[in-house]
């Protein structure tokens, strides 16, 4: 049984030096810790560490240099804090050393089209795998992003993606979609996919939903990555009612209390703490 049965909070860990909006901040082992103890004390229920930016233009960087900033941090964490630790990775040889260091979930923008990496998925018995939507690689992704009809393409390639995991012998309640705002759309496509969000719950998988301070934000108020955070939470909101299982948020703490208030109103009731 998934544990995506019930809404989720997935706090971003960025061990980057140059992702758009935390770039550097949390570079340092001691930094990326102290951040992960936070994050899981605002409420997050899944950590995402990433050791590559994905964001537009972004350049890749080695094997080994992801590696040496994401696997110590995975190691640590699960050696200290229970929590469920996914980590966000497009190479077969990251994914292999966070599940063996303690990874639950591995979070691929290219959904599993790196060779191998299918293979190694299917043969990890009990890790999930989030399926993500984008249009060409983070370095030209914004380049022109064209659609006929963006929600059913992306549900398209979705659908798609999920029976070649399905052939190659993945359990279904291992499998976890997103539509991938901001990765090769433009702000009316994203938009219309917010809009339509529930078109891709019908697929019947989780759907993972990454607002938390992109462009689309800035775009629509006029301000900078940091400066985005009721617009965020604005976007969670709308998500979690169409649907979505999984919010991926740099903010953690204001997006538990928007879940928090978004359960009680849908199912009227709560829990008192």
């Avoid at 591995?106 to 989030?130: F, P, Q, W």
């Avoid at 398209?156 to 999920?162: E, H, S, V, W």
């Avoid at 997103?178 to 891709?200: A, I, R, S, V």
Wanted: charged share 20%; with cysteine.
């Amino acid at each position: 049984m998934t544990m995506f049965t019930s809404p989720k909070i997935m706090g971003i860990l960025n061990v980057t030096p140059d992702s758009f909006s935390d770039g550097g901040h949390f570079f340092s082992r001691a930094a990326a810790l102290t951040h992960a103890r936070q994050l899981v004390a605002d409420g997050a229920d899944l950590i995402d560490i990433g050791g590559e930016s994905t964001r537009p233009g972004a350049l890749s960087v080695s094997i080994q240099e992801e590696l040496d900033r994401v696997i110590p941090v995975v190691e640590q964490l699960h050696a200290e804090l229970p929590i469920f630790i996914s980590v966000d990775t497009h190479k077969p040889q990251v994914m292999q050393a966070a599940i063996a260091a303690g990874a639950q979930m591995i979070n691929d923008v290219t959904a599993l089209r790196s060779t191998g990496s299918l293979a190694l998925i299917t043969a990890a018995k009990e890790v999930y795998i989030c399926l993500m939507h984008m249009q060409n690689e983070p370095r030209t992704m914004q380049e022109h992003p064209t659609y006929d009809n963006v929600v059913r393409e992306v549900s398209d390639f979705l659908r798609a993606k999920i029976q070649t995991c399905l052939v190659a012998g993945i359990a279904s309640s291992r499998i976890i979609i997103d539509p991938g705002f901001g990765f090769g759309k433009t702000l009316p496509h994203n938009l219309q996919l917010m809009n339509q969000l529930q078109e891709l719950t019908t697929l019947g998988y989780p759907v993972l939903v990454g607002v938390s301070r992109k462009s689309m934000l800035g775009k629509i108020l006029n301000k900078p990555p940091l400066e985005r955070l009721s617009g965020g939470l604005a976007l969670a909101a709308l998500a979690l009612y169409k649907g979505a299982k999984i919010i991926r948020t740099h903010d953690v703490a204001p997006t538990v209390e928007v879940l928090k208030v978004m359960q009680a109103v849908l199912t009227e009731s709560w829990c008192e703490d």
